[in-house]
């Protein structure tokens, strides 16, 4: 088993910055890549960030070159940086755990809020 904690979400004005944290415990031996998530309202669930347990990373268009996601080993935590958000980042953010052995469910955390005011 696998928990993850976000945090870090919160209230902020179009150009602002937050930075997401997931915390990660239990058998994180067993993940392969952590991702962060976003869905709001209406809309469905999609991903916006990746790293891998060897660190290589990958980003959706939308966030290129605006959020950076990164990781501390030492505190099994992985951080989303968000610079120049817009109004349409607001959503739910979701930190998600895939674990190397593809026939086994996926870990998620609870989320958290991120609005981004005009």
């Known amino acids: 088993q696998v928990q993850l904690v976000e945090s870090g979400g919160g209230l902020v004005q179009a150009g602002g910055s937050l930075r997401l944290s997931c915390a990660a415990s239990?058998?994180?031996?067993?993940?392969?890549?952590i991702n962060w998530y976003r869905q709001a309202p209406g809309k469905q669930r999609e991903l916006v960030a990746s790293?891998?347990?060897?660190?290589?990373?990958k980003y959706v268009d939308f966030v290129k070159g605006r959020f950076t996601i990164s990781r501390d080993i030492a505190k099994n935590t992985v951080y989303l940086q968000m610079n120049s958000l817009k109004p349409e980042d607001t959503a739910v953010y979701y930190c998600?755990?895939?674990?190397?052995?593809?026939?086994?469910?996926?870990?998620w955390g609870q989320g958290t809020q991120v609005t981004v005011s005009s």
């Open positions: 790293i891998t347990t060897g660190g290589s990373t």
């Open positions: 998600n755990a895939r674990p190397h052995d593809p026939s086994e469910y996926d870990y």
């Open positions: 239990g058998s994180i031996f067993s993940i392969n890549a």
